[in-house]
């Protein structure tokens, strides 16, 4: 079993602690990001929580949730990856209902994932 090899990076002052503004207007807070060593390429993942996806008694859907991720994948990852001169083949926005342990099943949770191929100035979406 190969494992990946990962890096958490350190959140950039106060954007870890403030509500990420979002198209469908849900509460979204970027928990965690980590750098991701694929065998022979590099993925950085963007950690967000976003209680409303809850399927128990949220209200927001992944069809609704969808824009929100590209939306962070422009806004935040593109700026984040220049900042610290990352050049990932991927970035991954995850959204959560709940703090979960990167890589540790947890049923109970509602978690929505997108892959894109970051470009100069857009996130490219790719499917998984």
């Known amino acids: 079993m190969i494992r990946s090899a990962l890096i958490y990076c350190a959140l950039a002052g106060p954007v870890a602690a ?3 503004q979002v198209p ?3 509460p979204v807070t970027l928990s965690e990001v980590l750098i991701d060593e ?3 390429e590099t993925w ?4 967000f929580i976003a209680p409303d996806i809850a399927r128990d008694g949220g209200a927001i859907s992944y069809e609704i ?3 929100d991720m590209d939306h962070l994948c422009e806004t935040l990852a593109l700026g ?5 001169e990352l050049t990932p083949a991927r970035v991954v926005i ?3 209902d709940r703090l979960v342990p990167f890589g540790t099943p947890t049923p ?3 978690q929505f994932f997108e892959a894109y191929r970051p470009e100069a100035t857009r996130c490219i979406w790719e499917e998984f």
């Open 18 to 20: 403030q509500q990420m």
């Open 24 to 26: 469908s207007g849900q």
């Open 38 to 40: 694929h065998p022979g």
């Open 44 to 47: 950085v993942r963007f950690r």
């Open 65 to 67: 949730a969808a824009p």
């Open 80 to 84: 984040y990856l220049q900042q610290y």
């Open 94 to 96: 995850s959204l959560s």
């Open 108 to 110: 109970e949770a509602t």
